[in-house]
Nanobody
Framework: VQLQASGGGLVQAGGSLNLSCAASGRFLGTYEMAWFRQAPGKEREFAGSINWSSGNTIYADSVKGRFTISRDNAKNTVYLQMSSLKPEDTAVYYC??????????????????WGQGTQVTVSS
């Protein structure tokens, strides 16, 4: 599985930004896709995930109600729609993939495949 993230940028607090993660590979329907983020000096943290087959989503409490994850099966693309952005959302955002049910959804070590990361900066 190969992942290509895009869509990062600079936005003012309260604004919105959309990220995309294009996936390629076989049997994508058996995977769970996630978005993680890593701020300078901090550990990589789970933001949310979506089961490619069912569309079920899980979100971290810190982004719940502000971030939405969706997928387009025809385009093999997962999206992260971010709204009401805060300066503390500033981070490099990564998309990741794991075989559904393997490992723990919020742990980076459970994900075998990673995109290259895209910078999101929220100014106050």
């Amino acid at each position: 599985v190969q992942l290509q993230a895009s869509g990062g940028g600079l936005v003012q607090a309260g604004g919105s930004l959309n990220l995309s993660c294009a996936a390629s590979g076989r049997f994508l329907g058996t995977y769970e896709m996630a978005w993680f983020r890593q701020a300078p000096g901090k550990e990589r943290e789970f933001a949310g995930s979506i089961n490619w087959s069912s569309g079920n989503t899980i979100y971290a409490d810190s982004v719940k109600g502000r971030f939405t994850i969706s997928r387009d099966n025809a385009k093999n693309t997962v999206y992260l729609q971010m709204s009401s952005l805060k300066p503390e959302d500033t981070a490099v955002y990564y998309c990741a993939a794991r075989v559904a049910g393997v490992g723990v959804f919020m742990l980076p070590g459970s994900y075998a495949y990673w995109g290259q990361g895209t910078q999101v900066t929220v100014s106050s």
